[in-house]
């Protein structure tokens, strides 16, 4: 599928016992249902990305171009995150991610 969410859920990122803010794993689940979106976009919970230091990260990838988003600290990052995989899944598609979004996004071979 050329167009994919992963959302790392790994040693760091999600983990509520080293301070930092859950994962929404069953919001992202149930959304990706609801709206139907794994038809294009495909979702992966995965392990450690990396760059942990970023926490949480996730990597929304388009072919083979690939936006790094970390410190997704609140709900709302993970809403845009469903908004913008949202309309992969609509005749609008087009790869702009939510404004929200754009502060976050790192690059994973210098930013940490
Ligand atoms: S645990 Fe998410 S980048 Fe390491």
Not at 8 to 30: A, I, Q, R, S, T
Not at 63 to 76: A, M, T, Y
Request: proline fraction near 5%.
């Amino acid at each position: 599928m050329p167009v994919k969410v992963t959302v790392c859920e790994g040693c760091c990122c999600g983990n509520v016992d080293k301070g930092h803010p859950e994962v929404p794993v069953n919001y992202l689940l149930d959304a990706w249902n609801e709206y139907d979106i794994a038809k294009h976009v495909e979702l992966e919970i995965s392990g450690c990305l990396g760059p942990c230091s970023k926490h949480n990260v996730s990597v929304l990838k388009i072919q083979d171009k690939e936006i790094w988003i970390g410190e997704l600290n609140e709900e709302s990052h993970y809403k845009a995150i469903v908004e913008w995989a949202s309309k992969f899944s609509s005749i609008q598609g087009g790869d702009a991610i939510p404004k929200i979004l754009q502060d976050h996004v790192f690059d994973p071979d210098e930013d940490y």
